[in-house]
């Protein structure tokens, strides 16, 4: 199944490139605030589901008729593994991976959805670089998830753009900016991806291909990076994790479309803006001055 987030506060489900409306079902609403319509879906999903599946019979609208909007808006946290692929390691020149660094998390404020555009911050001087990643949805509470558990706490996936500020300034501030966690285009639920360490995932700037790996190439691999967070923090429904970059990574400018695409998830494409805002003061310095 496909959950979708669009017009405002609507959610639905995605048949046949129909968009379908299952807001009443799940209780959204425009006042609602904030936003947990989706955090509440995927929590009760197993109770939901056969109502859900009623209303496949519902008629739709189109889905290039509709504005896709990030699938969870308000997760309480967006998880992040740095240097997840050995190739990103050696582009980087970095001596640590994922499995003896750990994560970092990016602000829910930074998310945005497929049909919204990247606004790059008005860092002059600095690149903005896109990372192409898979995102794993959250769907069941858990502390201490030994390895072997990881599926019971799954709910779905979905595609993930990291965009990161080059520099040595701290890393959330340089990754934290709104907009710079788009995910979509929908959460693909976790029954119709077999084996989520074996999807080839690709990113594209402008039509040209940028990054082109395969999830199987992980360094911590999926049992590994709910296992370590959840050692850490107790996981909710709606939370995401970003699982890393492969090599690849690359600047991003006002006027390109980025592409990214994970088989068997979806693919979403994306406009980069200026913005005006941004100017913070740790990024007035050069990035070597650092
Ligand atoms: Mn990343």
Redesign the pocket.
Known sequence: MKLVRFDGFRIGIVRDAQVIDISDIVGASATEWPPVAMNRLIRDFAQLRPRIEQAASRSGTPLRDVTLLTPVPWPNKVI???VNYHDHAAEMGAAYRANTQGFFLKPPSSLSGASEPIILPAVSGRRIDH?C?LAIIIGKEGRDIPRERWRDHVFGYSCLI?V?VRGKEERVARKAADTFCPVGPWIVSADEIDDPAALRGRLWVNGELRQDANTRDWVLDLPGMIEMAAAIMTLYPGDII?A??PAGVGPIKAGDKVRIAFENVGEMILDVVQGETGRASIFRNPPDAV
Request: charged share 30%; no cysteine.
């Open positions: 992040a593994y740095p990372e990643e990291d990161s970003a890393g970059t």
